[in-house]
C-alpha cells in the first residue's frame, strides 16, 4: 500500500486489501480482506466498513462471518442499487482497500445470554452473518446442549454458506466434533419450493418447527435465543417470544434472549 493511501485512512480504521470476493445472486456477495492483528472482536460482533469516497470514510455497520480465530476477516453484502455504500462496494475485487472500524461492538454475544438447554440462533437474509462467526467460536457451544441455525430466506440461492454448514464444518479439523454432535441446520425459504417453507414465526406459531427439527418447544426457562434479521422480523419475533416469557439480555445483564437488526446498508 502507498504512504500517501495510508496517511489518508481515518484513525478510526484499518485500511485492509481485499483478497476474495463471492457473489451469491445478483442482490448478495461477500468479500474477505486482510486483517489487522489489533483486530480484536467477539463472535456475533460487528464493526463499522466501507470505502474511501471522495476522500472521505463512507462506511455502514457489518457483522463479520468469520470466526474470532481467523487469520482475515469476511463479511457478506447485499446489493442495492443506487445505494450509496453497496453500489459501490458490490464492484470491489482482490487488492482494492476497504475501512474496517477499529472498535467492534454488539449484543448478539453468548454472554449475554444464561446458559440453557438449546440455543436457537434465528435470522432472516444477512442477519445470518454474525452466527456464522458464533457456529465456528467453540465457547459457543460451552453453554448448550444444541446449537440451533434457523435461517430463513425468500430464495434457495439466498441460503448463503450453506455447503459450509453442511459439508465443511462437520468435517472440520478442530470443530468438527462440536458441529455434529450440537450443530442443526434448519434453513426455510418462503419463496419457492424447498422441503422447508414458510416463515418462522409461522412455524413456531403452528409448532411445525418443531416437527422440522425434532427439538422440543421452545421454553423460556431452558432455551435460549438471537435474532438478526430486518427490523419486521426483528418485532414479530420479539413479541413472539416475549408473550412466551422470554427476556431480553443485554450486555450488562445476560437473560433469555437478545436481538440486533441485520444491517441492511445502502
Ligand atoms: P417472506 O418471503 O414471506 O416476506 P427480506 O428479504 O424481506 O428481508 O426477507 C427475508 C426473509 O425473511 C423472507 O423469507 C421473508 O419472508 C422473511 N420475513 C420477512 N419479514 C418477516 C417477519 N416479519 N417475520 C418472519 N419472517 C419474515
Redesign the pocket.
Known sequence: MSQTALQSIPAAYFGERVTWVHHWTDRLFSFRCTRDPAMRFVAGQFTMIGLMVEGKPLVRAYSMVSPPWEEELEFPSIKVPNGPLTSRLQHIVAGDLVLIGRKPVGTLLVENLLPGRNLWLMC??TGLAPFMSLIRDPDTYEKFDRVIVAH???LVAELAYRNLITEELPRHELLGDLVREKLVYAPAV??EPFPIQG???ERIATGRLYAETGLAPLDPRQDRVMLC??E??NA?MKALLEGMGFVEGNNSTPASYVLEKAFVTK
Request: proline share 0%; no cysteine.
Open positions: 432472516t437474509g430463513t430466506v425468500r418462503t419463496r416463515r418462522i414465526t434479521g430486518s419486521a422480523f414479530d
